[in-house]
């Protein structure tokens, strides 16, 4: 309770302290009501009827009205009021229908003074004039007001509201004459109290019973009500039709309503069932309450503002036999938990971004409303408490980025998807097309890895230049010419002094190389000086080039560095045996003696530097050491863990569907799954289905194959005489006709093909589609209306 | 690099949350004024609203889309104390030539006595279910046994996290290796050093879900917090929003170490850590890669962090929610700041031309 500091409000001379506290009482409560002077407050129930001090740090009890061994029904109450004039004066509401007053000056112990049995059925609500002394107003189950005058034995007038029962009653602040009466079927009627023949003005409230009102102690026109239909509305009197103003909805019906004192927009509710919080509301904004009370363990029966003229001080009684007193300081804010600014990524790699607009708006130096999370307004006391809620505008701007092409867009990912081939020809072709692709997307790193994998998987004998060079042609080639004629002067010894240096120090390269991860080149005699070069010259050829390809750069050196780092794996010994192709080893040996020729003129004139680089140095070990495709196993795993860990599953499973059962065994079968069922996530959610079904299809995981073999059923009818088929095949066994003839071309289809359900006629999905661009209807003839979604 | 199109959402209160399906083609908004709006997108690339309807009958924090395979379906969670399940209803012809779509309530889960502040679909593997956090601190897990009825929900397990829970996010993985595994988030504000991250991991032996690890380091009130795509990494990744934008990697160490225990024992790494919004961070979403985070903060903008081949985590690129982008954020995020010394001044031409190439 540390942090409920202690609140002083000053109050022409009478001044209010507090802070949250609160007592237990006997019984659960019904009503509460305070005295005039804010010191005292009285709780009534069924089993309560007790008066309280309300002192600077907890409640005494001050007073029992409930005397006698046995008390009477009289003393159990349904409401309670205290006389805003006379400081003795009380009323309650019993639940037999007796409307009670009570005499605190009565010197006997039973403070009892009038009973005026006179509704037939619970009285709901009493009412003290608020500047009469003399008159009380009830409001009954039995759908009857009646006017006491506290002088006489028996009513004054009786107002029959010729609806159904009566919720609330509640004199006008300013208009000496007039109450307003709620009732059970919605409607809200306004009497004069002179006139008790017939209402002034009825209009209907709410959606179901109207529970509650408040007249606004400011403005005389302005009346709230609360309903069943968990609404808060305040309507205008003003006009002649009752206009609302304004409309609050909350979370559970609303069981009372008191507009806050000085300040114009503030409504307190509190609701009949479920929810046990107090709110209150800034009428101008709806949606979401501006203070919360969450004390209370069970539902809240009473709320009244201490203080007439003070907005700090709430009081209020439970079901859950306790009596409060909330302090505003106390009170959580549920705006300033909730997030005023979403944010999300889309498929495409565009952001959806909204904001509340004060956030956002591009005059920074605007101040920020004062009511920040971190300092409640509440408190700068120095203001006027109707300044202080002035209305915040609070909306939100919602705006789209979208990316274009180059950035961070995911063209890249359908593009490759979409143009890989994954099966179907020779490996060394699959990876040079595949490397093709990559290359033209500008996806260097991937390209230089399929060109990589081609060398190390298939005898470079099978792979003619021309196909290479087709293949690269396509690509942007201007770039990886350039680059390689700076390969080729640096070869030379032709090249810049600077790059001359570079490519004669031993030392020097491998710093440029390796200084982030010094450990990776450790006792590799077999790097040749201009393999560790070129790199770096490519690196400089790069920034001529175009600006993306810094991107690159990124992704160049991990990989260059991710291979080299694997090399020491040499000295483990290879997991499995040799398996296929050993022929390539023969293919090795044969060509080994020129693979500098092979490498410089016949390839490297379409590669880039690197790839020219990681092909000669690659060829040249396979030269020395003469190594089986399986020498390269654990670095092949290693490079497609490498593409998933980066968030590139394509990469991965592309390789691991073309080589096959070249690496298939090395992964274990869990991280395979994986990676399928991500690919193909990412293939559905880009709606690319035939690819996502080649994929699986080209799996040698059970778990995916067996993918789209589940739940596919083709339900289909015979064209011909419209029963349903039986899964045999497209011949019908009634009418022995071959059910998938298209009914535009009327030759049988093979392939796609496309139906209406409604008369199961269709046919070549071309033909379809272009029928239906002329007619809707069905190209058999059969008159139908085909519908295809 | 990013085009903003702003779109008048005639949202009247804040919007708290913007989800894409899973396609992209079609997002979603939820205001405090209770209601969801339904926009898709025009072969032009505009956004258009197809629905708006109240939801709740309180200011409406999240929605979000289930996968499509189960419909087009939403879920959204509401001050009111409920999350409720929404339907698109086709063929409804009338609707439709005015280019609006009809959602209809599937059901309404009232389980939570406090405002209901997330919910989150499950990864599709896992069948149809949802998970729900409010502020009572309890994190709720229902599953519709039957994809075909979306109005039955039965609550599988109730986790009370002892904290005021701002923001749940399901580990994504598929991968049999992964156990069902959810993050929350609490945005309990009071001055204690509880962990305010804490990670659930299905236990399969015990079939409840058990705490597998709280992120100690993360004190301060979490606002918002995404797995990122796993994609067939072997590892999770993690981003917090709280007063800054946290990463973190989530390494299962070796199932054998742990089967006996049961649940799964992570390495955690804290990867990033950046205060650059200068104040709290209210949302971050990964892209579909996992490769680009987006965080938001209440200096209104949005940054974007990528990291580099060393793994270091850099912002490239500022946005400015009404579109205009920040100048001088994009540079630093593309070198890597640790190369050493002996290629520093190779380095400072790269940069040199570089910047050269950028004032052009």
């Known amino acids: ?789 | 690099m990013f085009v903003a199109r702003s779109i008048a959402a005639d949202h009247r209160d804040l919007i708290h949350d913007v989800s894409f399906d899973f396609h992209g083609r079609r997002m979603a908004t939820c205001s405090s004024d209770q209601s969801v709006k339904v926009w898709d997108k025009s072969e032009n690339g505009d956004w258009h609203c197809t629905a708006s309807w109240k939801t709740h009958s309180g200011s409406v924090w999240r929605v979000t889309w289930a996968h499509p395979e189960f419909g087009q379906v939403l879920a959204s969670c509401s001050f009111d104390r409920t999350a409720a399940v929404w339907e698109e209803i086709v063929g409804e012809s009338n609707d439709k030539l005015r280019g609006q779509s009809h959602w209809v309530k599937r059901t309404t889960l009232v389980d939570s006595r406090t405002s209901v502040t997330d919910v989150k679909f499950a990864p599709k593997h896992m069948g149809l279910m949802l998970a729900t956090c409010s502020a009572d601190g309890v994190v709720r897990i229902y599953e519709a046994p039957d994809v075909m009825n979306l109005s039955q929900w039965s609550l599988q397990h109730e986790i009370s996290c002892k904290l005021s829970c701002s923001c749940i996010s399901w580990n994504p993985s598929s991968s049999r290796a992964h156990s069902p595994m959810i993050a929350v988030g609490s945005d309990d504000n009071s001055p204690n050093i509880l962990a305010k991250v804490q990670i659930y991991e299905y236990n399969e032996n015990t079939r409840k879900y058990a705490k597998a690890e709280a992120l100690m380091t993360v004190t301060d009130p979490v606002h918002d917090i995404a797995f990122a795509p796993n994609l067939g990494r072997s590892f999770h990744i993690l981003a917090v929003a709280t007063k800054d934008v946290r990463i973190f990697t989530l390494k299962p160490l070796r199932k054998e170490l742990t089967s006996s225990g049961g649940l799964t024992k992570f390495e955690i790494h804290i990867v990033a850590q950046f205060d650059n919004h200068n104040s709290q961070v209210w949302r971050v979403s990964w892209n579909i890669t996992g490769t680009v985070l987006a965080s938001s903060g209440d200096d209104g903008c949005v940054r974007l962090w990528k990291a580099n081949y060393m793994d270091n985590w850099k912002c490239t690129g500022i946005l400015k929610g009404n579109g205009s982008p920040v100048n001088g954020s994009s540079q630093q995020g593309i070198f890597n700041a640790s190369l050493g010394s002996a290629n520093t001044s190779f380095q400072n031409s790269l940069n040199g031309s570089f910047a050269g190439r950028k004032q052009s």
């Open chain 1, 1 to 789: 309770m540390e942090k409920m500091a202690r609140v002083t409000t000053a109050l022409g001379g009478n001044t209010i302290t507090g802070r949250t506290m609160f007592c237990h009482l006997d019984a659960p409560a019904n009503a509460i009501s305070v005295c005039r002077d804010a010191a005292q407050v009285v709780v009534a129930g069924r089993n309560i009827f007790k008066i309280y001090a309300i002192e600077e740090e907890q409640f005494v009890e001050k007073l029992n009205l409930r005397v006698g061994r046995k008390p009477s029904l009289n003393f159990s109450c349904a409401d309670v009021v205290w006389h805003q004039m006379d400081e003795n004066l009380l009323a309650t509401a019993a639940t037999n229908g007796v409307v009670v007053t009570w005499n605190l000056g009565k010197p006997s112990r039973n403070k009892q003074d009038q009973l005026f049995t006179e509704h037939k059925r619970t009285v709901n609500k009493v009412c003290f004039h608020p500047t009469e002394v003399y008159m009380l107003l009830s409001g009954s189950q039995d759908g009857y007001m009646k006017c006491f005058d506290l002088r006489k034995k028996d009513s004054v007038s009786t107002f029959s509201g010729q609806s159904e029962s009566v919720r609330d009653v509640q004199f006008s602040i300013r208009d000496y004459f007039t109450f307003a009466a709620t009732f059970e079927n919605g409607n809200v009627q306004l009497w004069d109290i002179r006139r008790p023949d017939r209402y002034e003005r009825m209009f209907t409230a709410h959606n179901g019973p109207v529970f509650c009102c408040d007249w606004h102690p400011e403005d005389r026109g302005w009346l709230a009500t609360g309903g069943r239909d968990k609404m808060v509305k305040v309507w205008d009197m003003n006009t002649n039709r009752a206009k609302e103003i304004y409309c609050v909805q909350t979370i559970a019906s609303v069981a009372r309503v008191k507009w806050r004192p000085e300040c114009k927009h503030h409504i307190a509710t509190c609701s009949m069932m479920v929810d046990h919080n107090i709110y209150v509301w800034d009428v101008r904004r709806p949606f979401i309450p501006s203070a919360m009370f969450e004390e209370h363990k069970d539902v809240t029966t009473g709320i009244v503002w201490r203080h007439l003229h003070d907005p700090y001080f709430l009081l209020s009684g439970s079901k859950d036999s306790t009596l409060y007193q909330h302090i505003f300081k106390d009170a959580s804010q549920p705006i300033d938990r909730a997030n005023p600014e979403g944010l999300c990524y889309s498929l495409y790699g565009d952001l959806a971004f909204a904001a509340k607009e004060s956030l956002i708006s591009s005059d920074s130096n605007r101040k920020p409303y004062i009511g920040d999370r971190r300092h409640p307004i509440f408190f700068k006391r120095k203001l006027d408490p109707t300044e202080q809620f002035e209305y915040i505008s609070s909306s939100s701007a919602l705006s789209v980025f979208e990316t274009d092409v180059e950035s961070g867009s995911m063209d890249w990912f359908v593009r490759t998807a979409k143009q890989y081939v994954l099966a179907g020809r020779p490996l060394a072709e699959l990876c040079d097309h595949n490397a093709a692709v990559a290359k033209e997307l500008d996806r260097n790193q991937v390209a230089q890895t399929w060109t990589m994998l081609r060398i190390i998987y298939s005898s470079p004998g099978t792979v003619s230049s021309a196909n290479l060079n087709h293949s690269m042609g396509k690509g942007s080639a201007s770039l990886p010419l350039m680059n390689s004629f700076n390969l080729k002067d640096i070869q030379s010894g032709m090249g810049s002094e600077s790059r001359l240096d570079r490519s004669k120090g031993e030392s020097r390269p491998e710093n440029i190389l390796m200084d982030s991860s010094s450990t990776l080149i450790n006792n590799d005699e077999n790097e040749e000086t201009e393999g560790s070069d070129v790199p770096a010259d490519y690196l400089l050829g790069d920034v001529e080039g175009d600006e993306d390809e810094l991107y690159m750069m990124d992704h160049e050196n991990p990989h260059a560095e991710e291979q080299e780092y694997i090399l020491p794996q040499e000295a483990f010994p290879l997991r499995h045996e040799i398996v296929d192709n050993p022929s390539a080893l023969d293919h090795l040996q044969d060509k080994a003696d020129s693979p500098h020729v092979s490498g410089n003129e016949a390839e490297t004139v379409s590669l880039t530097p690197v790839e020219s680089f990681s092909l000669i140095s690659i060829s040249h070990s396979l030269y020395e050491n003469r190594l089986p495709p399986d020498f390269f196993s654990p670095i092949v795993r290693d490079m497609l863990l490498f593409y998933a860990e980066q968030g590139d599953v394509q990469m991965t499973v592309s390789v691991l569907i073309v080589l096959g059962d070249r690496i298939r065994k090395e992964i274990d079968e869990q991280t395979q799954e994986h990676w399928y069922t991500s690919y193909i996530d990412l293939l559905q959610r880009f709606q690319l289905w035939n690819i996502s079904n080649e994929v699986i299809k080209l799996s040698t995981c059970r778990a995916i194959n067996c993918l789209n073999q589940a739940s596919t059923t083709l339900h289909i009818n015979c064209t011909n005489c419209k029963r349903p088929m039986s899964n045999k095949g497209w011949i019908c066994d009634r009418c022995r006709q071959c059910a998938s003839m298209c009914a535009v071309c009327h030759h049988v289809v093979k392939g796609l093909f496309v139906w209406c359900q409604g008369c199961s006629h269709g046919g070549h999905l071309q033909h379809i589609m272009k029928w239906l661009e002329s007619s809707s209807h069905c190209p058999a003839g059969c008159g139908h209306l085909c519908e295809y979604t």
